[in-house]
């Protein structure tokens, strides 16, 4: 199984410096939930330079955001 | 790429209307200070009694209720707290007060930059080691903890008190201090000023426009996206000044004597904006974004500016504020940082220090959130 990072609830940076830690290990997949818009455009933004395809779909209030190279 | 596009064109008009609003009336190479602003603020509801700068800033007001308005209608109004506030409260204090030794948020400092202020190039050497410090925290860890979603009057109280600020502006009953000489007498008609704010409110909500975060995403992802919309600013109001200053005379002056509301003690100017690089990165963003995130519904955002009041007003009581650089007839030279605010900066950047190594070493040993493996 992929892995999943929750993020939610902190505020930027964090959800980027934990998606990083996650992705410098280079997983073929891995899945963060984050709370807000700020952090899912942060780590999108940051995953698609590591060379990930990034798609987004809501869950309730949070957003889970699936990461693929 | 159209973000960064985006980005750059928002700063454009921050910067240009910062510069507009100086011609308008508000003090030379403060277009928008948060900082000066909150303390300006402070002064007129009588936290303190430095009767040259007490005004009801109405570009604070724009700013929090330009981001409510534009978070509202985008549906990005989360009312959101409960990550360390009383911690975030007295960092939040101890930013404004180490600005006010400086003399100016980060926002500011760029746009004395922008006015030829050479001490501002110190404070922003400061700055970035600052918060190159705050990035070594961020890559072991360091966290002020989750926050949780509140109720929505939780997230609206900062606004509420703009609205009731800019009643009292209006009405300017007799306890409501107003300036009548010095920076505090100097502004933008209050239309225009809350006009300002509402509208560079509204862009910095929806661009994430920080100046700490620009630097700090550099440092840790060399993402430079965030960092282009403090250049545009640069570059904008640079423009600005410097049409200005063709055209009227007296708004760009390079060098470091002779500046606007400014000092010229370079080991102050870089230590304070060192502190305030560091105390912002911890709180997780620039006294402008802060404000932003407040609008937005962040509480410990809210907190954080109720902690910039506080310091402000603490730094005029008790004398922490520097003064601003003057030469007397006689070339005596008066101004620059107060001992009390040399000492307090030592103390502040200590304790930013201890607060930041105790946030992050608890979060190792408590173990929080390795991330879950599904």
Known sequence: MAQTIDARGLSCPQPVVLTKNALDKAPSSCEVLVDNPTAR????????????????????????????? | MKEKRKIILAGVVIGVIAAALVWFGNPKNMGFCIACFIRDTAGAVGMHQAAVVQYIRPEIIGLVLGALIVSAVKKEFLPRGGSSPMTRFVLGAFVMITALVFLGCPLRMVLRIAGGDLNAIVGLV???????????????????????????????????????????????????????????????PIWISLIAGLVVGALAQRIRLCMV?????????????????????????????????????????????????????????????????????????????????????????AVTVAGYFVGAAFAHNFGLASAATAVAEDGAITGGPTAAGKLFTVIALIVLFVVAFLNTKATAAAGVKEPQRA
């Open chain 1, 41 to 69: 455009e942060n780590v999108t933004r940051y995953a698609e330079r590591a060379g990930y395809r990034v798609s987004v779909s809501a869950d309730g209030e949070d957003y889970r955001l699936t990461l693929v190279k």
């Open chain 2, 126 to 188: 400061g700055f970035a080691i600052g918060i190159l410090c705050g990035v070594q925290f961020l890559k072991r860890g360091y966290s002020l903890k989750r926050t949780y979603t509140l109720p929505a009057v939780d997230g609206v109280w900062l606004s509420v008190v703009q609205v009731a600020l800019f009643g009292l502006l209006c009405a300017a009953p007799a306890f409501i201090l107003f300036s009548e000489k010095g920076p505090g007498s100097m502004h933008a």
């Open chain 2, 213 to 301: 975060g620009g630097i700090r995403d550099v440092l840790l992802f060399q993402d430079w996206t965030l960092l282009s919309g403090f250049v545009a600013i640069l570059v904008a109001a640079l423009a600005g000044n410097l049409v200005l200053n063709a055209v009227f005379g007296g708004y760009f002056s390079l060098g470091f004597m002779g500046q606007p509301v400014a000092h010229i003690d370079g080991v102050w100017n870089f230590l304070s904006m060192a502190a305030v690089g560091l105390g912002s990165v911890m709180l997780g963003g620039c006294p402008l974004r802060q404000l932003i995130l407040a609008g937005e519904g962040n509480s410990d955002s």
